[in-house]
């Protein structure tokens, strides 16, 4: 029997633009279009940024609401994450998206540094970013740039103030964060097992080692994420086609792990989500 993989598409991001890929949605249609597209082609989960006119991130709570509508109507039953991430805005305002109550958001629980800039999340600023997800019943996925943010998962976890079962996403390959380094991630898995024994978890792979976590990802047990946001190409050379192209890549893979996509419905229930109304 192959157990399902929840295959997140991270579709545009706050940095990759046309000249890196022409393939990058920049606009809600074109993000729509392209999400309906890694759908269809087995994912189940789809990380969200939305842009301005120029492509720039913004964290505008009614681009957001645009494409969340439209995700709702191409892609039924699709679990839709929004970033609260850091290139998008500052403080209260990244997480002025919450009470549109997509299925989840993303949350990191600490600070590190990334290429050129320090990733800030202050300890008040993920206090009230986790109360906001509760308040609204949005799941939080927990991305972790290292093992600290894990254990301060757990630690909310466990006092309520994530409501469970914990959902961690291991991010590797940010430059100046964690590299990729497969005992560092199967200590990450060891760890959040011991810690938070319900938890599921999630590998994400920056750049060019993209596909190395997802094959890990697959062989420990654990889900996937791809998608233009984190890696542009195929293979060192050749530009990804599209954000379907690197899910297909996935789900490939899965029969050699004794894996298979999960539905959409698969991966509520392995999330913890309610069924898609
Ligand atoms: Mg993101």
Redesign the pocket.
Known sequence: MSSPCVITV?IT?SLPTKKDNPAVPITIAEQVESTQEAFEAGASLV?C?VRDDEGKPTSDPARFARLLEGLRKHCPGMIVQL?T?GRSGAGRERGGMIPLKPDMA?LSTGSCNFPTRVYENSPDLVTWLASEMKAHGVKPEVEAFDLSMVFKAAEMAKAGEIAGPLHVQFVMGVKNAMPVDRPAFEFYVATLKRIAPDATWTGAGIGRDQFTLNRWSLELGGHCRTGL?DNVRLDRTTLAPSNAALVKRIVDACPQYGRRPATAAEARKLLGLPAAA
Do not use: L, Q, T, W
Request: glycine share 24%.
């Open positions: 991270a991001g990380h940024h970033s991430g993303s946001e």
